[in-house]
């Protein structure tokens, strides 16, 4: 039954709006696509594709043993109790060589001896200028000539100092395996003949790496940091495998090689 405090409440509410609630937006989910990163060689605008040439084993073996170069050039001249360290450094670059030659065989194509030495019909074509556009994807027939020289140094340098007697106090690890004499000559070898060898042809490498950047402007020093080269579209090769069945596998070479130079020089 209405009463009086009914009636007025409703006499009230008869001249307003009753506010209604605003309805609630739910937000729908955005799908969210993530870009999958493409690792086929990449277009360039100037008509240039991004090849692998350098697997990291070969590059790693190339910037350890320049290391190793120049650590051993710093410890030969500083003599005294350098010595011995010269000694390390010549048995760890022996190491590197020998994992370079196996590497040779097994390694990444532009690697391999097999691909990059020239033939001599090759390095005559080259020098006429009638190279195909893969003569320098890799090694350059010269390129690849003063790579073999400079193991072949290396090489006997380090076969040297295993050998060797300067008269001073300081013999190779293996010279006891040879006569007073041949321990001699062979130190004459490594001190006289054998570093000037070596460093002229750091120094030729070296020049040879200027003459590219500036002349022929080709970054040598990045491709084999990064191990990717710029190369034409139309004469691009597929790129080298590098991955880590590729990487253990040479891993593998190289503790090898390193137990093999250490049982030696310890036998």
Request: aromatic share 8%; net charge positive.
């Amino acid at each position: 039954m209405p009463t009086a405090a009914t009636d007025n409440a409703d006499s009230l509410l008869a001249g307003r709006a009753i506010p209604v609630a605003a309805p609630i937006a739910i937000p729908v989910p955005v799908p969210v696509t993530v870009p999958v990163p493409d690792t086929r060689p990449v277009d360039l605008p100037d008509g240039l594709v991004r090849v692998r040439v350098w697997d990291l084993p070969t590059r790693v073996f190339h910037w350890s043993l320049a290391s190793a170069i120049a650590g051993l050039v710093a410890t030969g001249y500083a003599g005294g109790a350098w010595i011995d360290w010269h000694a390390r450094i010549g048995s760890l670059v022996l190491a590197l060589l020998m994992f370079r030659v196996l590497w040779g065989f097994v390694g990444g194509s532009w690697s391999r001896f097999a691909v990059f030495v020239p033939t001599p019909a090759q390095l005559k074509r080259y020098l006429r200028g009638e190279a195909g556009p893969d003569a320098e994807t890799g090694h350059s027939p010269l390129g690849a000539l003063s790579v073999l020289a400079m193991l072949g140094v290396l090489l006997l340098q380090a076969a040297s100092g295993m050998v060797s007697d300067d008269g001073a106090g300081f013999t190779g690890p293996l010279n006891e395996y040879v006569s007073s004499a041949s321990g001699l000559l062979a130190t004459a070898l490594h001190k006289d003949v054998g570093q000037w060898l070596l460093l002229a042809l750091v120094l030729l490498h070296v020049l040879a790496i200027a003459y590219y950047r500036i002349v022929k402007r080709k970054r040598l020093v990045q491709a084999m940091v990064g191990g990717d080269k710029l190369l034409p579209a139309a004469a691009a090769t597929r790129s080298v495998r590098d991955n880590a069945g590729t990487r253990a596998l040479a891993l593998t070479l190289f503790v090898g090689c390193l137990l093999v130079v250490q049982g030696g020089i310890g036998g």
